[in-house]
Every structure is written in structure tokens, then in C-alpha cells.
T-cell receptor, first 114, second 117 residues
């Protein structure tokens, strides 16, 4: 399978714990995006990487959130001191440099904070 | 800031019939792209169709077509000959012309489409 993959698919955690999600984009794609989708809403942009550089962050990304893409390949999204309001689906997407503007989405990681 | 509005939270259609999903958007940009994405139950989001704002001709992809009205800032999706596999959430999305920055998508809240046998 050469699509975008995300791990884990589901994560249940207790309030106050830290969690980390991983995204593996399509191999030749240098652009990577993180979105958050809450129930009944469309995805909302969180952050964007071009290669290893994080070029844009949404105001939604509080200080408790951090994202990395150290080698310009896979990316991680960490949430520290989770809150119940962090419960959502976290989606990763990638697109190629010669962009057709199409973003290819992964299956998402569903986070539940108890 | 750009906003995307989908005024139909849910719709249903009989198999083989035609359905139209509505989308309006608000922007001050003149160059941008519009998309319809499909998110089937428990499956990942996939692109259905794309429209460049500078193109007057409406995009078509097999059974899917759009009605793009730039002046009215309207971008509706028509699905012809609906199939059971079309059952999904449909999201309208906006992307402004990238200028060295990200090509982030701004999504509407979605329309849940059910195709009935």
C-alpha cells in the first residue's frame, strides 16, 4: 500500500497524559499537513511542513501541541497534558511538490481523552 | 479569512437518481481552488473533483460534475446515477492560490449523503 499511513488508528488516554501520533506520507511527497476533525465538523488545519521545515501553524495549535518532521519523511504530532477537548480525529495529508493541489489523506488517528 | 458553508447537513437519494449538494464560500481572493472531498464511513477522505477559479468551464469527473458560479461564490456538486458506494460525508473545501506558503484547505462542515437501494 503506497498511501498515507497513520499510527495508531485509535488512542484512548486519560486527561493529563501525553500522546504522540505518527504519519507516513506518500514517499515522493514533500508537503505534509495535519488537520483535526471533531464530531460533526469538517477538518481544520493545524500545521504544514515542506520537507523538514514547519512553515505554518494554526492558532488552534496551542503550546501543548508540537509537530516535527525531522528528516522530511514521516511526521509526529505530540499533545502534552491532554484535555477532554483534544478528543478528535487527527488527519494527516501529503502532496507532491509539483502540486496538482490534491492532498492525499491518511485514515486518521482517533483520540479519546477520558 | 475564508469560510465555506454547506447548508445541507444530511441528504438522501434513491439509487440511480441525481442529487445536488450545495456549497457557498466567502473570500476576497481572486485566484483560488475549490474541491469536493468524499469521506466514506470509517474510510479515508478522497478527492472527488477539483475546480480552478480562473476556469469558466465547470469540472466533470465521470458521474460527478460541479456548477461553479464565481460571482455568487457558489460551488455545488451534482452526482448522477447515484450508486450505493456514493454513501459518504461530502466536504466542500477552499484553497487560496499558493504564494510560497502552505496550500491549506478550508473545509465546510460536510453533508452526509445516503444512497438508498
Amino acid at each position: 500500500d503506497t498511501g498515507v499511513s497513520q499510527d495508531p488508528r485509535h488512542k484512548i488516554t486519560k486527561r493529563g497524559q501525553n500522546v504522540t501520533f505518527r504519519c507516513d506520507p506518500i514517499s515522493e511527497h514533500n508537503r505534509l499537513y495535519w488537520y483535526r476533525q471533531t464530531l460533526g465538523q469538517g477538518p481544520e488545519f493545524l500545521t504544514y511542513f515542506q520537507n523538514e521545515a514547519q512553515l505554518e501553524k494554526s492558532r488552534l495549535l496551542s503550546d501543548r501541541f508540537s509537530a516535527e518532521r525531522p528528516k522530511g519523511s514521516f511526521s509526529t504530532l505530540e499533545i502534552q497534558r491532554t484535555e477532554q477537548g483534544d478528543s478528535a480525529m487527527y488527519l494527516c495529508a501529503s502532496s507532491p511538490q509539483a502540486s496538482s493541489n490534491e492532498q492525499f489523506f491518511g485514515p486518521g488517528t482517533r483520540l479519546t481523552v477520558l | 479569512a475564508q469560510t465555506v458553508t454547506q447548508s445541507q447537513p444530511e441528504m438522501s437519494v434513491q439509487e440511480a437518481e441525481t442529487v445536488t449538494l450545495s456549497c457557498t464560500y466567502d473570500t476576497s481572493e481572486s485566484n483560488y481552488y475549490l474541491f469536493w472531498y468524499k469521506q466514506p464511513p470509517s474510510r479515508q477522505m478522497i478527492l472527488v473533483i477539483r475546480q480552478e477559479a480562473y476556469k469558466q468551464q465547470n469540472a466533470t469527473e465521470n458521474r460527478f460534475s460541479v456548477n461553479f458560479q464565481k460571482a455568487a461564490k457558489s460551488f455545488s456538486l451534482k452526482i448522477s446515477d447515484s450508486q450505493l458506494g456514493d454513501t459518504a460525508m461530502y466536504f466542500c473545501a477552499f484553497m487560496k492560490q499558493p504564494q510560497g506558503g502552505s496550500e491549506k484547505l478550508v473545509f465546510g462542515k460536510g453533508t452526509k449523503l445516503t444512497v438508498n437501494p
